[in-house]
């Protein structure tokens, strides 16, 4: 009595929780309520701008090439948050021989201010930190002559004897006068580095202001400090994306209507419903009372993964949809498993509980091995893609580790309370 009250109990639980899972998902209860965690809706379904731009590497070196783009990626990413743009996405991809970079801009408005603000080379440009006349305890940056056209290239490097990273640039014959006057009136002072206005590491005025040690000649420089090698790989991808000449050009601009991406919105939550019904009939058909168990896991699980897609927030695309609509059959695959593995052991004879614990016990491997491979292979997609197969990928993923969770807890807890 103790163990059926217990198992009822948790099982209670997670019904409880399903259900506060499908409140908090359902968008139009929230909507009369507040606008607490609304859905992040992809381009497709909230309508918007996606714009193409060529990326010009023609006078880059071929060695620097991969981290100018990535810097220059990341810059675009930073002007783009900077608009105001409700979770942009930005990316790199290689069409032929020519490197491109994406921006998908839902639910923008002015697409024209967006463009100009895209469009423009990253400037960077070396300053100067005095005291601010108004003020005692702030200080002012004043632009130098010194900018990004004198930078020759930046790279990681590595103190001899700490091993610590740090980065290391250069600067050509007319920079490296610049510099050296530079750094000869602001000895034990700071020099900031900063790309379109904004510090290139905006964390702290001492990490993103290097100070000046004593006056550098040569044109060539050091900055150290703490960095991780992620880190002084990211500062040195901004710094040549600002100093090396990556001109874009816009080669393509699409626009989807609000109205174009609420009906395809509908038209994929109806695709899902009728998924999930079709499933549910089959399950009630072919195996009756269980049946009527995966439903209910079924349901159990729709509904948590839904309240994790919103709370994580995962944004939603056509694609994304597209994955979670398979892992629904994926979720029902895993107690079919279980079902056929419980006939097979009743067949000879053995008593329902017992059938269902052993039923359960052998078909967990089948159950682990088949989604571990799956998951491995949305992991390969999420990161060796881009664009909208990773938001296939990612919901595939989640979906997957949440039927496992539905078919081995849920369904197993309505089993034996059941039978108990």
Known sequence: ???????????????????????????????????????SLGLDLAGGTSLTYEIDVSKVKSEDRDSVVR??????EKRVNLFG??????????????????????GVKDVNQAIRMIGETPFLEFREVQPDPKSTSSAVFVPTDLNGRYVVSA?????????VPEIDFSLNDEGAVLFEKLTEANVNKPICLFIDGQ??????????????????????????????????????????????PAPITLVNQQTIGSDFGKDSLDKA????????????????????????????????????????????????????IAGFVLSI?????????????TKEEMKKGIPHAAAIEEGFRRAWT???????????????????????????????????????????????LMLRAFLK
């Open 1 to 39: 009595m103790h163990d059926r009250n217990r198992l009822l109990a948790f099982l209670t639980l997670i019904i409880v929780v399903s259900i506060a899972a499908g409140a908090f998902a359902y968008e139009p209860l929230w909507q009369r309520i507040s606008k607490f965690r609304p859905w």
């Open 366 to 412: 089948s159950i682990r091995d088949s989604n571990i491979s799956t998951m491995i292979t949305a992991g390969v997609l999420y990161f060796f893609t881009s664009s909208f197969v990773q938001g296939f990928a990612l919901t595939l993923f989640l979906g997957v580790v949440m039927s496992m969770f539905s078919a081995i807890t849920t369904t197993r």
């Open 269 to 320: 939550i109806y695709a899902g419903a009728i998924g999930l019904f079709a499933v549910m009939v089959f399950m009630l058909i072919y195996y009756r009372t269980l049946g009527v168990f995966a439903s209910i896991a079924l349901v159990v699980y729709t509904l948590l993964t839904m309240g994790v897609f919103k709370l994580i927030p995962i944004t939603m695309t056509l694609s994304g």
């Open 155 to 163: 790279q990681v490097g590595r103190d001899p004897n700490t091993g």
């Open 199 to 244: 510090p290139i590491i905006p964390d702290s005025v001492n990490d993103s202001c290097p100070r000046v040690q004593g006056k550098i000649s040569g044109g060539k420089a050091r900055i150290t400090g703490q960095f991780s090698f992620s880190r002084a790989q990211q500062i040195v991808e901004r710094f040549n994306a600002g100093a090396l």
């Open 71 to 76: 810097g220059l990626r990341d810059v675009i």
């Open 329 to 341: 059959g994926m979720a029902v695959d895993a107690n079919i498993l279980v079902f056929e593995r």
């Open 85 to 106: 743009v409700a979770e942009p996405k930005v990316y790199t991809e290689k069409v032929g021989e020519s490197d491109r970079l994406a921006v998908e801009l839902a």
